[in-house]
């Protein structure tokens, strides 16, 4: 009986653990973001007051209002940056995607000679960071004179995009049996369109999860923009935050909405996609 | 359809080569050749000037680079090494919760979708000294007096940019395990349990060996954009204070942007690149090692 009851103590106890553990963990990862998101809503004296208030007394959208009024009114060019930063990843995405498919296609369906050292050569060269590749590639955008605009950008992106892409994609098709499309051949398809009307639909998700995928690493960029752009026709957001830092004096407030702005599409384009992405990314890790 | 068509595969895969070539390899190329040159972006003309190997002799004197490189592999042991350890520990927490797992791991990945850059603007907006999450809530707390000066003393400079690199990638890691954890036959557990296996036996023998794959999965895919810490580390400290802080990827920044001396920065730039490919290879080799494993044993 006094067994039973210590067992039944210690098994409630660890059960408390786990949700302490739980609990401060999740509050770990969400924290900061919050923060960002509540400082943002702040007047600026609170933010930096001393000793700190930690409950809002007032709550405002100036920051946004700001933001979105102009540069004539102490704000930036947030609605430029914004436009460059949708066309530039909107269309290196849709040509990644193109070029990812074609890709992941050959190395799901087909075997040839020196795969996966394709493969690999492939994904080698996403490796280069982006600061070291941007040396060469500022030297030849200035020559061609594609410097600061938005195809310069788009072109780096794509090439950015494609080793990751055809990575996911590839698990996309593999995951679709390999007969459904042989039987449409058998049926009288031709490959082209078994593929279009078989396989294609098949992956489909994967697919778009692999394309917001493509457009949230655009979106994110930082060390290829900052020096591949200069001026408000090219700038994207990530290097437009940079306008809220002076000399020596930052303004906390409107750097957090812009970061709020930047950040609720990538949101909600990753809960989209969340469970296909970990699909895509992991088949094949069980059965090679 | 007849006479001669080169083999399907090749066709599919050439735009992909194309686009690499032309934005990666060929420029990457051009690097080469002007590492071997004291090319300046100010004087064009040193641009064919061919010194060989003076650059990278040069380099290998320098100690700042050296610090700099040093700095580098420390910085992705402890973070790699640590995210790793975090992400495991995270994903059994999520594996275990029986109510809530779709909003658990929904939650998990939100530094995902954070960019580098703002990670960095988070965490100095909030290790900043004077109005700084931390330094408030130590205060409030009463555990010091004073603001703890952490983006301006080189250690605690250097800690704060590991807990960010740390905060924003150990999403990757945990996601990719749960994924393995829920994959995981649980027949396997219930032998061992039934065998006697302690809980930690049971992890380190059958649940681990289980889960490895994609744990090297989430390395691989962390050593293909290792230079993410570059973002950080310029918005957190922009090497600061006083180069204590510089990493690979922001000294070879400053050398080509603000020095201008492109030569030496291409030929600093190859040593990062060379870093970055050593990594990738070695975990894409001990992806395909344990994918073998799995598939003898399973």
Known sequence: ?288 | MKGFKPSPPFLLLLPAVIVLAAVVVVPLLLSLYSSFTPFRLTRPETFFVFIGFRNYLSILSNTDFWWAFGRTVLLLTIALNLEMLLGLGLAMLVEKATRGQRILRTLMMFPMMFSPILVGFQFKFMFNDNIGLVNNALQSLGLTQDAIPWLIESHLAFIAISIAEIWSSTAIFAILILAGLLAMPKEPIEAARVDGCTPWQTFRYVTWPFVMPFAYIAMTIRSLDVARAYDIVKIMTDGGPAGRTELLWTLVARTAYSDGRMGMANAMAYFSILLSIAFTVYFFNKLAAARTQIGAEW
């Open chain 1, 1 to 288: 009986m006094d067994e039973n009851s210590s067992a039944r103590l210690k098994r409630r106890l660890t059960g408390i653990v786990y949700r302490i553990g739980l609990f401060l963990a999740m509050l770990t990862i969400c924290l900061p973001g919050l923060w960002i998101v509540l400082s943002s809503l702040r007047p600026t004296v609170e933010i930096m007051a001393k000793p700190p208030v930690w409950i809002p007394q007032e709550i405002s959208f100036d920051a946004y209002v700001a933001m979105f009024s102009g540069i004539g009114k102490g704000g930036i060019p947030v609605i430029e940056y914004f436009r460059n930063s949708l066309i530039i990843s909107v269309t290196s995405t849709i040509i990644a995607v193109a070029i990812g498919m074609a890709g992941g296609y050959a190395f799901a369906r087909y075997r040839f000679r020196g795969k996966s050292s394709v493969f690999l050569g492939l994904m080698l060269t996403r490796t280069v960071p982006g600061i070291a590749l941007s040396l060469p590639l500022f030297f030849l955008y200035v020559r061609l004179g594609i410097i600061d605009t938005h195809f310069g950008l788009i072109l780096a992106y794509v090439a950015l995009n494609v080793p990751f892409t055809i990575w996911l994609i590839d698990g996309f098709f593999r995951q679709v049996p390999k007969d459904l499309a042989e039987a449409a051949q058998i049926d009288g398809c031709t490959r082209w369109q078994a593929f279009w009307q078989v396989e294609f639909p098949l992956a489909g998700p994967g697919i778009a999860s692999a394309a917001i995928f493509a457009f949230l690493t655009c979106w994110n960029e930082f060390a290829l923009a900052s020096q591949l752009t200069r001026s408000v026709s090219a700038k994207t957001l990530p290097v437009g935050l940079l306008d809220y830092t002076a000399e020596f004096t930052i303004d906390w407030r409107g750097m957090c909405a812009l970061a709020v702005v930047m950040i609720i599409p990538a949101l909600t384009l990753t809960y989209i996609v969340q469970k296909h992405l970990v699909g895509g990314l992991t088949s094949g890790a069980v059965k090679g």
